[in-house]
């Protein structure tokens, strides 16, 4: 028993001497990544409509959406991110990329946060705010549609269909 205690690590040491060293030396040179590594995500402003689709696929909600007067904040969390691209797959307007940093130290919280803000639109009718600029923007180069329609918030657009609608079949206002 004794000589089969000794020589299991002496055989181990004999393969490690012959394999030679395997470990990478990380944080001194680069490192591994494979193509289809995953990292965290950039947004890009210019391209973002604030539309919050990204938002809403997002596991760990590492990407939220809120209202700040008359503004849209996309806020990106990249402490909460687990960097499974969801966001990037499902932005209708490819204003999310996957990276491949991975490397997110900070000494404060604030420095994993990341804003992308947008201007609200104000309704033509009721003047109240009810969607991002950008989105409207952008929407209307894919979809044949009125600018004056479309700077209509949904409740007027909603009033302003039944009052037509009436007005076609001849009920009076």
């Not at 490397?103 to 003047?127: F, N, P, Q, R, Y």
Request: glycine share 6%; net charge positive.
């Amino acid at each position: 028993m004794q000589i089969s205690r000794i020589a299991s690590p002496l055989k181990l040491l004999t393969i490690a001497l012959k394999v030679g060293r395997v470990t990478k030396k990380y944080p001194f040179g680069p490192p591994l990544l494979t193509e289809s590594f995953r990292g965290a995500i950039s947004i890009d402003p210019a391209k973002c409509w604030g539309c919050g689709a990204c938002t809403l696929v997002c596991p760990p909600n590492a990407l939220t959406m809120r209202l700040e007067g008359e503004k849209i904040v996309l806020e990106y969390f990249k402490g909460r991110c687990i960097f499974c691209g969801m966001c990037a797959d499902t932005c209708p307007a490819n204003a999310i990329i996957v990276t491949k940093e991975f490397e997110l130290a900070a000494t404060s919280v604030e420095d994993l946060k990341e804003d992308v803000i947008h201007k609200m639109s104000k309704c033509a009718i009721c003047g109240k705010p009810f969607v991002a600029t950008a989105e409207i923007r952008d929407v209307m180069k894919m979809q044949p549609i009125t600018e004056e329609y479309a700077n209509i918030c949904p409740e007027c657009r909603k009033k302003r269909a039944v009052k037509a609608f009436g007005m076609r079949f001849g009920a009076s206002t």
